[in-house]
């Protein structure tokens, strides 16, 4: 007999976090969407505590407004605390952070990655058992990079080497960890093939149907501490199904 299980999911509207709400509810496992749109506000705590009554574990996919490396890591260190917080009152037994392959490794990175070493770094020193799942830049990572900088169908990105996963792929995993046993730092999980973001983003682009003209550039949000082979997967890495062709071939969803 399956045992059900209660989980939240903070950042449940968002790209990861509403498929992977949708993969426990396919296993049947009740989920406890915490978003501010949905009443529940993790940087001011209202809601929380709430929300995370007879909760068995959390997965934390959030992500943060695009905003300077201080700003960034503030508001994550705010989210984070609150929320570990809040599942301490709570006696949740399990804490499944979404994290970035590569980022402990390195100082530097855009104000995201600045963020999620805070992320990391209260979870690890914090009392709530927990599992960081690092993953590589999702499939569309690429044309979100390329949008970052556009202007009058012109956009810089980086020759950034890669090796992406597909949302869907990243979010089954989530799902099934915060199922399971806190684990402390989860192997590496990537998608099976390195790809160009340059490359990456003419060819999203193409598929949806957007025109822009892409400048490989280092002068941008990704600097050339990410270079090389920083951002690709270590030994003994998870290597997820989805090639980069089969989701652009399924329509860059």
């Given at each position: 007999?399956?045992?059900?299980?209660?989980?939240?999911?903070?950042?449940?509207?968002?790209?990861?976090?509403?498929?992977?709400?949708?993969?426990?509810e396919r296993?049947?496992h009740?989920?406890?969407p915490i978003?501010?749109?949905?009443?529940?506000?993790m940087?001011?705590?209202?809601g929380l505590?709430?929300?995370?009554?007879g909760?068995?574990?959390?997965v934390d996919?959030?992500?943060?407004?695009?905003?300077?490396?201080?700003e960034?890591?503030?508001?994550f260190?705010?989210?984070?605390?609150?929320l570990?917080?809040?599942?301490?009152r709570?006696?949740?037994r399990?804490?499944?952070?979404?994290?970035?392959?590569?980022?402990?490794?390195?100082?530097?990175?855009?104000?995201?990655?600045?963020?999620k070493?805070?992320?990391e770094?209260l979870?690890?020193e914090?009392?709530?058992?927990?599992?960081?799942?690092?993953?590589?830049?999702?499939?569309?990572?690429?044309?979100?990079?390329?949008s970052?900088?556009?202007?009058?169908?012109?956009?810089?990105?980086?020759?950034?080497?890669?090796?992406?996963?597909?949302?869907d792929?990243?979010?089954?995993?989530?799902a099934?960890v915060?199922t399971?046993e806190?684990q402390?730092?989860?192997v590496?999980?990537?998608?099976?093939?390195?790809?160009?973001?340059?490359?990456?983003?003419?060819?999203?682009?193409?598929?949806?149907g957007r025109?822009?003209k892409?400048?490989?550039?280092?002068?941008?949000?990704?600097?050339?501490?990410m270079?090389?082979?920083v951002?690709?997967?270590?030994?003994?890495?998870?290597?997820?199904?989805?090639?980069?062709?089969?989701?652009?071939?399924?329509?860059?969803?």
């Amino acid at each position: 007999m399956r045992l059900t299980m209660r989980i939240a999911v903070a950042g449940a509207t968002g790209n990861i976090g509403t498929r992977t709400a949708s993969f426990l509810e396919r296993a049947e496992h009740e989920v406890i969407p915490i978003s501010r749109s949905l009443g529940v506000d993790m940087i001011t705590g209202e809601g929380l505590d709430t929300a995370l009554k007879g909760v068995d574990a959390v997965v934390d996919a959030i992500s943060s407004p695009p905003v300077s490396p201080d700003e960034t890591r503030a508001y994550f260190g705010t989210a984070t605390r609150n929320l570990l917080a809040a599942e301490e009152r709570a006696g949740v037994r399990h804490h499944v952070l979404l994290s970035i392959v590569g980022i402990h490794r390195m100082t530097g990175g855009t104000a995201h990655y600045s963020g999620k070493r805070e992320q990391e770094r209260l979870i690890e020193e914090g009392r709530v058992p927990w599992t960081i799942v690092p993953a590589t830049q999702f499939h569309d990572f690429a044309a979100l990079a390329a949008s970052w900088t556009e202007r009058d169908g012109v956009a810089t990105i980086a020759p950034l080497l890669v090796q992406p996963i597909a949302p869907d792929d990243i979010a089954q995993v989530l799902a099934e960890v915060a199922t399971g046993e806190p684990q402390g730092r989860y192997v590496d999980v990537a998608g099976p093939e390195p790809q160009d973001l340059v490359d990456m983003a003419r060819r999203t682009n193409d598929v949806l149907g957007r025109k822009v003209k892409l400048v490989p550039t280092w002068s941008g949000p990704i600097d050339e501490s990410m270079a090389g082979n920083v951002l690709l997967p270590g030994e003994n890495a998870r290597i997820a199904p989805t090639t980069f062709d089969q989701w652009l071939v399924a329509g860059a969803k």
